[in-house]
């Protein structure tokens, strides 16, 4: 059972365009929304987290949005750089016992253009 | 420098051959974890550990072991390696408590059974 969905697999943006990536979820005991960002030969790392009270969160070009009625959430990157080249993990989290376990999408390979 | 360490990076081994890759954090992080990532499956998650002598399974714990003796570090060992566990391996870990629930990751170590 894939408790999030993520998509789509690939993606290929010219530079100055949005990307846009979307997550579905669909346990509500979820209560954190990280998106983790991972470059070639590195390990993932965490780049903009929402929660459910709000809709959306905005760090420089980097936004997500947040529909908790529809259980989806996305990240767009507005004008998207050669350098955000990387592959983007969105994940739900929910506190268990004083810790949060976190559950993956598979994953977004995202190429931009020069 | 706060960061997850991984040894050795790369491995290559032969089918049977006993292994441990070793992860150490200088966080004093509780919460330790191994993820491996393969292609169009994202990462998913092995074994984690709460707190020293405190470890569960995760989604894909078979052919795997881990041990916590100290805070500090959280070894993956595999008994018995088999090709389908060729794959890129990752160590995180986390502060239990607070709002955050922020992993760091290590850099990865990529493995290949022959």
């Known amino acids: 059972q894939q408790q999030v969905k993520q998509s789509p697999q690939s993606l290929i943006v010219q530079k100055g365009g949005i990307s846009i990536i979307n997550c579905a979820y669909e346990?509500?005991?979820?209560?954190?929304f990280p998106w983790y960002q991972q470059f070639p030969g590195k390990g993932p790392a965490l780049l903009i987290a929402?929660?459910?009270?709000?809709s959306e969160k905005k760090e420089g070009r980097f936004t997500i949005s947040f529909n908790k009625s529809a259980k989806q959430f996305s990240l767009h990157i507005m004008d998207s750089q050669p350098g955000d080249s990387a592959t983007y993990f969105c994940?739900?989290?929910?506190?268990?016992?004083?810790?949060?376990?976190?559950?993956f999408g598979k994953g977004t390979m995202l190429l931009v253009s020069p | 420098e706060a960061q997850v360490t991984q040894n050795p990076r790369y491995l290559i081994t032969v089918t049977g051959k006993k292994l441990t890759v070793t992860c150490s954090q200088n966080?004093?992080?509780?919460?330790m974890s191994w993820y491996r990532q393969d292609p169009g499956l994202g990462l998913r998650q092995i074994y984690y550990?709460?707190?020293?002598?405190?470890?569960d399974k995760g989604d894909v714990p078979e052919g795997y072991k881990v041990s916590r003796k100290e805070k500090r570090n959280f070894p993956l060992i595999l008994e018995s390696p088999s090709p389908n566990q060729t794959s890129l391996y990752f160590c995180?870990?986390?502060?239990?408590?607070?709002?955050?629930?922020?992993?760091?990751f290590g850099p990865g170590t990529r493995l290949t059974v022959t």
């Open positions: 994940a739900a989290s929910k506190k268990k016992e004083g810790y949060s376990t976190l559950t």
């Open positions: 346990n509500t005991a979820f209560d954190y």
């Open positions: 929402i929660r459910p009270d709000v």
């Open positions: 966080m004093n992080h509780e919460y």
């Open positions: 550990s709460m707190n020293v002598e405190v470890t």
């Open positions: 995180a870990s986390q502060t239990l408590g607070g709002s955050k629930y922020e992993q760091y």
